[in-house]
């Protein structure tokens, strides 16, 4: 393939199985979305319990920690396209088992008790199987465009993503209102089997160098020292994972849409899809003007704003303000995204993707889903204005710690 001297802000896409890898994310990121967001709603409206919330993030959090790190070693050893194919197949029964959780005559014949485990159970499923599909999504990724166009497919990879993220959301409050819970998770169900065949349709298959005959503990300590000893990568998932950690409102939006703001389903389908607007904006002027130039110091300043606009939005009781501040928080959130993802690709060694993939994911998801349960606690015990508060606060004390920590790596350049 002849590819332009210039610089292409659409390089990336001309590349086939990086398009179908792209099209796979999109539409995996919003059908669970979708489904996050009014299996959530629907848990609140039947409990009015925050911490119902936050168990489904936990829920996911710790079987995807508990595997995560033999996911990243079994994607460095085996065909990272099946077990793409498999986990895919895992989280469609989970699907399923949804569905007839919410059908009316389960709903009579279970206790609530009963009802929430059940529901857990199957997020606990998902979890596993997001705990094998994220380090083989992940390491899979590089093999698809050549590595000069790294930055630029981190880039398109999140613009993708977080197109899926704008979507699910956005339309998970109107879906819920017009066809129904049951019927929205049937809608998920088969977004999930195209997912099963673009997979498919990606016939790269990278050959796994890590053959050397070692124990898969030596095998996961491997990937855990090296990024603990590459401090790029080091500080780079700390960001994220304590800001989101402690910053993050995702996960208690329906107590803010419910309670606070009183703007019901569809309003929280606009709270929540407001930061993703925010960051696909933004992934589509990065394509044009990448961040990776003075990437730590861009890093540093989006984390810090993430904070700031995390406080704002705490402070908030007025609808649009609200949804403005959470925009600005997805802008800031999709500038540290594309600098890490850029960093993930450069930095680690073929042989190695997998495991720190793992790695990294165990970050993303602390701060994700083990954050939906911490805001989830913190709200029922301090209420929801003082634990988004305190948590853009904290993410402001985070930055301000790593900058004392990190200015070695201001004149590191990634392009």
């Known amino acids: 393939m002849n590819l332009p001297e210039k610089y292409d802000a ?3 896409l001309r590349f086939p199985e990086f398009r179908y890898f792209l099209a796979n994310s999109f539409l995996y990121r919003s059908a669970l979305l979708i489904q996050e967001v009014i299996i959530g709603y629907e848990l609140y409206r039947l409990t009015h319990d925050p911490l119902a919330l936050g168990m489904i993030g936990l829920a996911e959090v710790v079987p995807f920690i508990a595997v995560s790190l033999f996911g990243g070693h079994v994607a460095d050893r085996y065909d990272r396209r099946i077990i793409l194919r498999a986990s895919l197949s895992v989280i469609i029964a989970g699907s399923a088992i949804l569905y007839f959780l919410f059908q009316p005559e389960w709903i009579a014949a279970l206790s609530k008790e009963q009802h929430l485990f059940y529901v857990y159970a199957v997020f606990f ?8 599909y994220s380090p083989a999504s992940s390491s899979l ?12 497919s981190s880039t398109w990879s999140s613009t993708f993503s977080q197109a899926g993220a ?5 339309v998970a409050g109107f879906l819920y209102v017009y066809l129904g819970l049951t ?15 673009l997979i498919t349709l990606i016939r790269t298959n990278p050959i796994n160098t890590n053959k050397v005959a070692v124990s898969i503990w030596e095998s996961l300590r491997d990937g855990l020292r090296f990024v603990f000893s590459t401090k790029i990568i080091l500080y780079a998932l700390s960001l994220d994972m304590f800001s989101v950690l402690f910053g993050g409102v995702i996960a208690i939006l329906p107590v803010f849409a419910e309670d606070i703001l009183h703007v019901g389903p569809e309003g929280l389908g606009l709270l929540r899809a407001a930061p993703s607007v925010g960051a696909l904006i933004t992934m589509f002027a990065m394509a044009h003007f990448p961040p990776t130039h003075q990437a730590w110091r861009n890093m540093l300043i989006a984390v810090a704003g993430f904070g700031v606009f995390t406080i704002i939005f705490s402070l908030s009781t007025n609808f649009w303000l609200s949804c403005a501040a959470l925009f600005a928080t997805g802008v800031c959130d999709s500038i540290s995204v594309v600098i890490r993802q850029t960093i993930m690709q450069i930095f680690p060694p073929d042989e190695m993707r997998g495991r720190v993939a793992s790695v990294s994911g165990i970050f ?3 701060s994700n889903e083990l954050g939906a349960f911490e805001s989830g606690l913190a709200a029922r ?5 003082p634990t988004v508060l305190a948590g853009g606060a904290i993410t402001l004390l985070v930055v301000t710690y790593v900058y004392t920590r990190s200015k070695d790596l201001f004149a590191m350049r990634l392009t």
């Open 10 to 12: 659409y390089s990336a």
């Open 125 to 132: 499923l998902i979890g596993l199987a997001k705990g094998f």
């Open 141 to 152: 990724k590089p093999f698809l465009v050549p590595r000069e166009f790294y930055s630029n």
């Open 166 to 170: 704008v979507l699910g959301p956005g």
């Open 183 to 197: 019927h929205t998770l049937l809608g998920i169900m088969i977004a999930m089997v195209i997912c099963l065949v």
């Open 364 to 366: 993303v998801s602390s």
């Open 381 to 385: 015990l301090a209420g929801p204005i």
